[in-house]
């Protein structure tokens, strides 16, 4: 009786179990259905049509606001959102070409004084969000105040200061004594918005600069009821009926860490150029799942592990592109801190620690070239791993790292460089920064990069210089991240073979928002961290070669993960802030990205690993005209339903 | 007639009847000498790194047992372009044993092809890897293996702490009672009601990562149930009349506590203890497992899972090694735990 009852129980279970694991889940699919089946048409020979929807592995959206928008990998504003201008894509001859196309502008900017320092857009007649709301002159300069608007502190307002700068844009943006009057946006009537630059600038900057996430505009009043009670935050864009949207598409539906679905927008400027009915971007964090689900059929694009890609690499449905992003060893050589609004002093400002000064005090250098000296703000004598700052050690860190095998590990690009691969020499022109003369001339082969026996030597010196027989460093790394995990215990094993056991890392693992804590802790405690892997680069810039240092300068001090300090970078990036021909002649820029780069890689100031790719799966019924390297905008893709 | 059987062989007797016992008590000596040895049986570290020979995510291959498809060192390579298979740069001659699942994508006619793994990453027979190499190409027998006995060893000392501490917690609270029993067995339940992972989180952000951490923060917590038993235990053994007798010839306090009482308890201690060492394994392998264990590059069962979990669906048998020891390990230590409490009960005699 006993062993009857168990095995029916056995039976009952198992049948829970099967039906728990078989066919879709009615939640998860009903809404795409009833989505699929309200936009299915038929077609005049009465077979009914099936509706063009894709169905994308994509980042987890955080939130819909624009200004918030961390990086292009936050799909959400790509889909549904637009801007004054946007990188298309002109195919002619079958080879495609990058161009700025005005989006929500009617035209180019229009110049209208002599220098090139007053700029006139004209917002199209029909830009309108998705609700049918006008988007104007008016609203969109409203729009831009909120974007910079200090309290807020928005990420996008940093971000537009990177092509032109806007008249008393920064000084509002960070606090200035300045009133948004005087910031140099204004709507005119004619539905004509106004830019006033504080340098002569050309229309391709503007173009370029109004082609950012903080060009996306916003309703201001939504905005306003969202925001909190003392204007330092709001919850635009925190949910789906807290958002307008002017993009390709809106968004209907929001599971908040698993999906967004979403629909054509009728009301989008360019709508009759967009082929697809409708999308689901999908946030899988597994990538062994994304790969089943693509196998399965359930997701027509997923982005992949360099694991996975050995599996695919041949197949024809594996795509591979630089990813922008160096992964790099930072180091906390307590070379310099950034002090910000600094009473006596004007900001941005650094402060650097002189070793040799025999009253060891922090000398403030400002935006002139001119020293204040003052008392020190952190004293170097508390500093437990003195040979983090040791240029020998530094040296020897550089040449103990096999950066071919490592990227070969994670089908990345070996770099002995700063400046990706994905940085071209303007918005329109085919050439990399990386494959300049003036990119190459400094740069040592790769193979050269990776020297044991120099690496070694470089070791010993340092030992020596500091009065050690080995060193324990720690080296934090984010847990969330597989290829950090991987790449550090290469570098464990690699040091402690290089260095024959007299350098130990210590791999400290912790929660990426821990290690990003812990390691911006530099600014207030020398020993903070010691070493650390990190993703670094100027995510939203690809067009101007000079702008992936904007990351290394006091200019972006809140954000750096570790004390950057090189005088030429430094020097260059407050020139061109005030220079604009830095940015029109590209010439220039490109000088200014290999010096800078130059001087940075002698100092050390990062060690550099390898680029990483962003590799893929795309069914063949995705089809797409074009091949754009930076990015492969899967929104102005058709679907081949016949193929499915 | 037979000469009277001491209670030691008496239980070892009974324990020998029972055939699961004595089955997982061989499994358990195999897995001890396995963890203690089996790491030196081949040329590898347990840290070593293949990445340099592109080493990485091989199969398992045993020459002797290639007859068995687990250990014939192949792989499934999928969506291969067929006409690339000729390309014997990227394929060496003879690495293809077979294509299937043939069709067209793209206007290109691709295949899934099984391979000689080994051939194809351009390794001779003399390299074979018994259960293949993870995604840095370390050797997982070396790793499985000291991932075993760094398991087992945070299990047994942990429980060995438990042992000491609960015994002499559980024997004080129930031998003096009153006052001092409530309050120590309060103390006791405070400490049972934190979570382990808390606790271990806790223990790990205090001292680090590591071995000692691991074993201090699973002993933190552990003992209190040992304590529980051997409170239990004393009280129901402390006013036994040979106790009293002892106690009035002048025995003192220790002495009655360890030379009359606590070998009465011992059966339900044992079976405990035994029973503690698989929890403690698989708090340890859970722990591991979320990132809370044994730091990189030292394995442990935890670990080893942890890292094999996220390509499972690529290469199964970086799961399927540590999961099946940590299976057997689990089960072995049940059955014979089963079978010393069976052993010992005085009831059965």
Same mark, same amino acid.
């Given at each position: 009786?006993?062993?009857?009852?168990?095995?029916?129980?056995?039976?009952?279970?198992?049948?829970?179990?099967?039906?728990?694991?078989?066919?879709?889940?009615?939640?998860?699919?009903?809404?795409?259905?009833?989505?699929?089946?309200?936009?299915?048409?038929?077609?005049?020979?009465?077979?009914?049509?099936?509706?063009?929807?894709?169905?994308?592995?994509?980042?987890?959206?955080?939130?819909?606001?624009? $200004?918030?928008?961390?990086?292009?990998?936050?799909?959400?504003?790509?889909?549904?959102?637009?801007?004054?201008?946007?990188?298309?894509?002109?195919?002619?001859?079958?080879?495609?070409?990058?161009?700025?196309?005005?989006?929500?502008?009617?035209?180019?900017?229009?110049?209208?004084?002599?220098?090139?320092?007053? &700029?006139?857009?004209?917002?199209?007649?029909?830009?309108?969000?998705?609700?049918?709301?006008?988007?104007?002159?008016?609203?969109?300069?409203?729009?831009?105040?909120?974007?910079?608007?200090?309290?807020?502190?928005?990420?996008?307002?940093?971000n537009?200061?990177l092509y032109?700068?806007?008249?008393?844009?920064?000084?509002?943006?960070?606090?200035?004594?300045?009133?948004?009057?005087?910031?140099?946006?204004?709507?005119?009537?004619?539905?004509?918005?106004? !830019?006033?630059?504080?340098?002569?600038?050309?229309?391709?900057?503007?173009?370029k600069?109004?082609?950012e $996430?903080?060009?996306?505009?916003?309703?201001?009043?939504? $905005?306003?009821?969202?925001?909190?009670?003392?204007?330092?935050?709001?919850?635009?864009?925190? =949910?789906?009926?807290?958002?307008?949207?002017?993009?390709?598409?809106?968004?209907?539906?929001?599971?908040?860490?698993?999906?967004?679905?979403?629909?054509?927008?009728?009301?989008?400027?360019?709508?009759?150029?967009?082929?697809?009915?409708?999308?689901?971007?999908?946030?899988?964090?597994?990538?062994?799942?994304?790969?089943?689900?693509?196998?399965?059929?359930?997701?027509?694009?997923?982005?992949?592990?360099?694991?996975?890609?050995?599996?695919?690499?041949?197949?024809?449905?594996?795509?591979?592109?630089?990813?922008r992003?160096?992964?790099?060893?930072?180091?906390?050589?307590?070379?310099?801190?950034?002090?910000?609004?600094?009473?006596?002093?004007?900001?941005?400002?650094?402060?650097?620690?002189?070793?040799?000064?025999?009253?060891?005090?922090?000398?403030?250098?400002?935006?002139?070239?001119?020293?204040?000296?003052?008392?020190?703000?952190?004293?170097?004598?508390?500093?437990?791993?003195? !040979?983090?700052?040791?240029?020998?050690?530094?040296?020897?860190? &550089?040449?103990?790292?096999?950066?071919?095998?490592?990227?070969?590990?994670?089908?990345?690009?070996?770099?002995?460089? !700063?400046?990706?691969?994905t940085s071209y020499?303007?918005?329109?022109?085919?050439?990399?920064?990386?494959?300049?003369?003036?990119?190459?001339?400094?740069?040592?082969?790769?193979?050269?990069?990776?020297?044991?026996?120099?690496?070694?030597?470089?070791?010993?010196?340092?030992?020596?210089?500091?009065?050690?027989?080995?060193?324990?460093?720690?080296?934090?790394?984010?847990? =969330?991240?597989?290829?950090?995990?991987?790449?550090?215990?290469?570098?464990?094993?690699?040091?402690?073979?290089?260095?024959?056991?007299?350098?130990?890392?210590?791999?400290?693992?912790?929660?990426?928002?821990?290690?990003?804590?812990?390691?911006?802790?530099?600014?207030?405690?020398?020993?903070?961290?010691?070493?650390?892997?990190?993703?670094?680069s100027r995510a939203v810039t690809d067009a101007s070669p000079m702008n992936q240092f904007d990351v290394?300068?006091?200019?972006?001090?809140?954000?750096?993960?570790?004390?950057?300090?090189?005088?030429?970078?430094?020097?260059?990036?407050?020139?061109?802030?005030?220079?604009?021909?830095?940015?029109?002649?590209?010439?220039?820029?490109?000088?200014?990205?290999?010096?800078?780069?130059?001087?940075?890689?002698?100092?050390?100031?990062?060690?550099?690993?390898?680029?990483?790719?962003?590799?893929?799966?795309?069914?063949?019924?995705?089809? $797409?005209?074009?091949?754009?390297?930076?990015?492969?905008?899967? &929104?102005?893709?058709?679907?081949?339903?016949?193929?499915? | 007639?037979?000469?009277?059987?001491?209670?030691?062989?008496?239980?070892?007797?009974?324990?020998?009847?029972?055939?699961?016992? @004595?089955?997982?008590?061989?499994?358990?000596?195999?897995?001890?000498?396995?963890?203690?040895? #089996?790491?030196?049986?081949?040329?590898?570290?347990?840290?070593?790194?293949?990445?340099?020979?592109?080493?990485?995510?091989?199969?398992?291959?045993?020459?002797?047992?290639?007859?068995?498809?687990?250990?014939?060192?192949?792989?499934?390579?999928?969506?291969?372009?067929?006409?690339?298979?000729?390309?014997?740069?990227?394929?060496?001659? /003879?690495? @293809?044993?077979?294509?299937?699942?043939?069709?067209?994508?793209?206007?290109?006619?691709?295949?899934?092809?099984?391979?000689? +793994?080994?051939? +194809?990453?351009?390794?001779?027979?003399?390299?074979?890897?018994?259960?293949?190499?993870?995604?840095?190409?370390?050797?997982?027998?070396?790793?499985?293996?000291?991932?075993?006995?760094?398991?087992?060893?945070?299990?047994? @000392?942990?429980?060995?702490?438990?042992?000491?501490?609960?015994?002499?917690?559980?024997?004080?609270?129930?031998?003096?009672?009153?006052?001092?029993?409530?309050?120590?067995?309060?103390?006791?339940?405070?400490?049972?009601?934190?979570?382990?992972?808390?606790?271990?989180?806790?223990?790990?952000?205090?001292?680090?990562?590591?071995? /000692?951490?691991?074993?201090?923060?699973?002993?933190?917590?552990?003992?209190?149930?040992?304590?529980?038993?051997?409170?239990?235990?004393?009280?129901?053994?402390?006013?036994?009349?040979? @106790?009293?007798?002892?106690?009035?010839?002048?025995?003192?306090?220790?002495?009655?506590?360890?030379?009359?009482?606590?070998?009465?308890?011992? /059966?339900?201690?044992?079976?405990?203890?035994?029973?503690?060492?698989?929890?403690?394994?698989?708090?340890?392998?859970?722990?591991?497992?979320?990132?809370?264990?044994?730091?990189?590059?030292?394995?442990?069962?935890?670990?080893?899972?942890?890292?094999?979990?996220?390509?499972?669906?690529?290469?199964?048998?970086?799961?399927?090694?540590?999961?099946?020891?940590?299976?057997?390990?689990?089960?072995?230590?049940?059955?014979?735990?089963?079978?010393?409490?069976? #052993?010992?009960?005085?009831?059965?005699?």
């Amino acid at each position: 009786m006993r062993t009857r009852f168990c095995g029916l129980l056995l039976a009952a279970l198992l049948a829970l179990l099967l039906a728990a694991c078989g066919g879709k889940d009615p939640a998860q699919t009903s809404e795409t259905e009833t989505a699929s089946a309200a936009q299915a048409e038929t077609s005049s020979a009465g077979i009914p049509e099936q509706p063009k929807i894709i169905r994308v592995s994509a980042e987890n959206c955080r939130t819909f606001d624009p $200004y918030e928008a961390n990086s292009p990998e936050e799909a959400f504003n790509e889909w549904c959102q637009a801007r004054l201008y946007r990188s298309w894509t002109l195919i002619e001859n079958g080879t495609d070409t990058r161009y700025m196309r005005p989006e929500l502008a009617a035209e180019e900017p229009v110049q209208t004084d002599a220098e090139g320092c007053v &700029w006139q857009i004209r917002i199209r007649d029909d830009a309108a969000f998705s609700d049918g709301t006008a988007i104007t002159a008016e609203s969109f300069a409203a729009s831009m105040k909120i974007c910079f608007d200090p309290l807020l502190k928005h990420r996008s307002g940093d971000n537009m200061g990177l092509y032109i700068a806007v008249k008393n844009a920064r000084a509002y943006y960070t606090g200035g004594a300045v009133s948004w009057e005087e910031v140099g946006i204004k709507a005119l009537p004619g539905n004509l918005l106004e !830019i006033t630059t504080e340098a002569p600038v050309t229309a391709d900057l503007v173009m370029k600069a109004f082609s950012e $996430y903080g060009s996306v505009p916003v309703d201001p009043e939504l $905005y306003a009821a969202c925001m909190s009670a003392d204007g330092t935050s709001s919850s635009y864009g925190t =949910d789906v009926s807290k958002c307008r949207y002017c993009g390709p598409f809106t968004v209907k539906e929001w599971v908040r860490d698993s999906r967004l679905v979403l629909v054509k927008n009728p009301n989008y400027v360019f709508a009759d150029e967009i082929r697809l009915d409708g999308a689901e971007l999908v946030y899988v964090e597994n990538a062994q799942t994304r790969v089943e689900l693509f196998e399965a059929g359930e997701l027509d694009v997923v982005s992949i592990t360099a694991q996975v890609g050995e599996q695919y690499m041949d197949s024809p449905d594996y795509f591979a592109r630089p990813w922008r992003y160096l992964l790099m060893i930072e180091i906390n050589d307590n070379s310099a801190h950034y002090v910000k609004n600094a009473e006596d002093l004007t900001a941005p400002l650094l402060v650097r620690h002189e070793p040799d000064d025999p009253n060891n005090v922090d000398i403030y250098t400002e935006k002139d070239g001119t020293r204040t000296y003052t008392a020190k703000t952190l004293d170097n004598a508390q500093r437990t791993k003195p !040979i983090l700052s040791n240029m020998n050690f530094k040296n020897a860190l &550089w040449y103990a790292v096999d950066r071919v095998t490592l990227a070969r590990r994670e089908g990345g690009i070996p770099a002995n460089f !700063i400046v990706p691969y994905t940085s071209y020499c303007g918005e329109y022109s085919p050439i990399r920064f990386r494959d300049t003369e003036e990119a190459k001339r400094y740069l040592e082969k790769i193979e050269d990069s990776f020297d044991p026996v120099k690496a070694k030597a470089y070791f010993e010196q340092a030992l020596k210089e500091e009065g050690l027989d080995r060193v324990e460093l720690a080296i934090t790394i984010s847990s =969330d991240s597989d290829e950090m995990k991987i790449c550090a215990q290469f570098l464990k094993e690699e040091f402690a073979r290089i260095f024959e056991g007299k350098l130990e890392l210590k791999i400290e693992e912790m929660p990426s928002a821990s290690r990003l804590a812990k390691m911006k802790a530099w600014r207030t405690d020398v020993n903070a961290f010691e070493l650390g892997l990190a993703n670094w680069s100027r995510a939203v810039t690809d067009a101007s070669p000079m702008n992936q240092f904007d990351v290394f300068s006091s200019s972006y001090w809140t954000k750096c993960n570790a004390p950057y300090h090189c005088e030429t970078v430094e020097k260059t990036i407050w020139l061109q802030e005030t220079d604009a021909s830095y940015k029109t002649d590209m010439k220039k820029n490109i000088a200014a990205a290999a010096a800078m780069e130059e001087a940075a890689l002698s100092e050390r100031i990062v060690i550099p690993l390898y680029e990483r790719t962003m590799q893929s799966l795309v069914h063949e019924w995705v089809t $797409y005209e074009f091949n754009d390297p930076l990015n492969v905008r899967y &929104w102005l893709c058709d679907i081949d339903t016949s193929l499915k | 007639m037979n000469a009277p059987l001491s209670p030691r062989q008496n239980v070892l007797r009974r324990l020998r009847k029972d055939r699961a016992a @004595v089955i997982a008590f061989w499994i358990l000596v195999f897995l001890l000498a396995m963890a203690l040895f #089996a790491p030196n049986f081949n040329e590898y570290t347990y840290r070593q790194q293949m990445l340099q020979e592109d080493y990485v995510n091989m199969p398992p291959r045993v020459q002797a047992l290639k007859w068995i498809p687990l250990f014939n060192g192949r792989a499934v390579l999928k969506a291969r372009p067929l006409s690339s298979l000729s390309d014997t740069a990227k394929y060496p001659e /003879g690495c @293809v044993i077979r294509t299937f699942n043939e069709r067209t994508n793209r206007g290109i006619t691709v295949v899934d092809a099984e391979v000689d +793994y080994y051939l +194809y990453k351009g390794a001779d027979e003399s390299v074979n890897f018994w259960f293949g190499t993870d995604t840095l190409g370390r050797d997982i027998w070396t790793r499985v293996w000291r991932g075993t006995r760094i398991s087992l060893l945070i299990a047994f @000392v942990s429980v060995l702490l438990d042992l000491l501490i609960g015994t002499a917690y559980g024997a004080v609270c129930g031998y003096y009672g009153g006052k001092r029993d409530l309050i120590l067995m309060r103390i006791a339940e405070v400490v049972q009601a934190i979570p382990n992972v808390v606790l271990c989180t806790l223990m790990i952000l205090l001292m680090g990562g590591g071995t /000692g951490t691991m074993i201090v923060a699973l002993a933190c917590r552990g003992w209190t149930g040992t304590a529980g038993l051997v409170r239990a235990q004393f009280l129901r053994f402390k006013n036994r009349e040979y @106790v009293l007798a002892a106690k009035e010839m002048g025995a003192s306090d220790a002495r009655l506590m360890r030379r009359h009482i606590l070998p009465n308890a011992a /059966g339900p201690i044992i079976t405990r203890t035994v029973m503690a060492v698989p929890s403690a394994v698989f708090a340890e392998a859970f722990l591991s497992y979320i990132g809370l264990g044994v730091p990189a590059p030292e394995p442990s069962l935890g670990n080893l899972l942890a890292e094999a979990q996220s390509v499972l669906g690529l290469y199964p048998t970086q799961t399927l090694f540590p999961a099946l020891i940590i299976s057997l390990l689990m089960i072995a230590f049940h059955l014979l735990a089963n079978g010393l409490r069976d #052993a010992l009960d005085p009831n059965e005699y």
